[in-house]
């Protein structure tokens, strides 16, 4: 078992290892005292794994609550957050007592955010069962819902107290799913990592799960030990999402957050007028893991859903920019240039013929 601390305002280690699913109540208690515990998980999860982790805390002394709501991003909303804090007040959690989320980024954002704000805050630990969670929705804090204003427009910083990540479940995951979190270890790769990103584009990394997540989560903890309230240098870790979510709008949440992501780290490598050769090792490293390199929106729709962006602040925006494989920049631009951008970005990868 592979473990990496990240040294927050509230420290946590996150776990990285083969079979900790079974053991996650045994690892938990180690951090936290046995106490009441509701597991969140979505409903497709839930059946899959939820029995073996309830038995796995019940037998390390937790009371555990379950609560399960229907799969998929539509989920993440007040509403869900609603049942959930009801379910947890009906499970009279106390301020001592704990959440746990069982499952992907959904889980994690929604189940994190009912932890910041019951009872002005309880602790949670996330068990992330997808690769997109593993390396790096449950680390780092961020927690939210979306709104009809826009995605995450509505949550807390509250780190966890554990990250359990079993490579076992990754393993089992379909093959759209590990596509998914591929694109967002892609982008550790092109923003810091040459390595992984070479292991990344071989396809073959799956015997290496362990491997890919743990570098992707060691690159994450440098990020946020340095900016954990995402006021700087954290914005490095938004490569390929201000694209990304536009293109995720626009296709109303039916093209998957990896997806985008993927597809947004090209554009904004297009954009940044990096070189042909890096364009294509970039375009077979995605397409190598599934993912998609085509767009099929048009500029002035990707800037309009983009403006929605949170990351707007006043009349600038902020991009990630590759340079090389490894070597990023940030560089804030007008609101102004941003469809230019698009509109460059596009003509760029249409010039590939992909
Ligand atoms: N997922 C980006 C961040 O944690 O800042």
Redesign the pocket.
């Known amino acids: 078992m592979r473990t990496i601390h990240i040294p927050t305002s509230h420290e946590y280690d996150v776990l990285i290892g083969e079979g900790l699913l079974d053991k996650s109540g045994e690892l938990t208690r180690k951090a936290v005292k046995p106490c009441r515990c509701m597991l969140v998980s979505d409903d497709t999860v839930d059946e899959l794994y939820g029995d073996r982790a309830q038995i796995s805390f019940t037998y390390s002394g937790f009371e555990v609550d379950r609560f399960a709501f229907p799969a998929g991003e539509a989920s993440k909303n007040l509403d869900t957050l609603r049942d959930l804090l009801n379910a947890m007040g009906e499970a009279r959690l106390s301020r001592s007592d704990l959440v746990v989320a069982l499952g992907g980024g959904v889980t994690g954002d929604m189940a994190g955010f009912a932890a910041a704000i019951y009872a002005r805050g309880v602790r949670f630990v996330q068990v992330p069962t997808t690769l997109l969670a593993a390396v790096?929705?449950s680390?780092?804090g961020?927690t939210a819902v979306d709104m009809p204003f826009g995605k995450n427009m509505v949550g807390a910083f509250h780190q966890p107290s554990l990250v359990i990540t079993d490579t076992d479940v990754l393993r089992e995951l379909p093959k759209e799913q590990l596509s998914n979190g591929a694109a967002e270890a892609i982008k550790c790769g092109v923003l810091e990592d040459p390595a992984l990103f070479a292991l990344l584009e071989r396809g073959d990394w799956q015997e290496r799960i362990d491997e890919v997540v743990a570098r992707c989560v060691a690159y994450?903890r440098d990020?946020?030990a340095g900016d954990e309230f995402?006021t700087g240098s954290?914005a490095f870790?938004?490569l390929g999402?201000t694209f990304g979510h536009a293109i995720e709008v626009c296709s109303s949440l039916q093209i998957l957050h990896g997806q985008a992501v993927g597809i947004g780290t090209l554009m904004a490598a297009a954009a940044a007028d990096c070189p042909e050769a890096m364009l294509r090792r970039l375009a077979d490293c995605l397409k190598t893991n599934g993912l998609p390199t085509r767009c099929r929106f048009g500029a002035e729709e990707l800037a309009r859903a983009a403006l929605n962006d949170k990351k707007r602040a006043g009349g600038e925006i902020t991009l990630v920019l590759p340079e090389a494989i490894g070597k990023c920049r940030l560089e804030r631009i007008p609101v102004s240039r941003l469809p230019a951008c698009f509109e460059k970005a596009l003509n760029a990868l249409e010039a590939l013929d992909l």
């Open positions: 790096d929705s680390v780092g961020k994450k990020v946020v995402d954290r870790l938004n999402h």
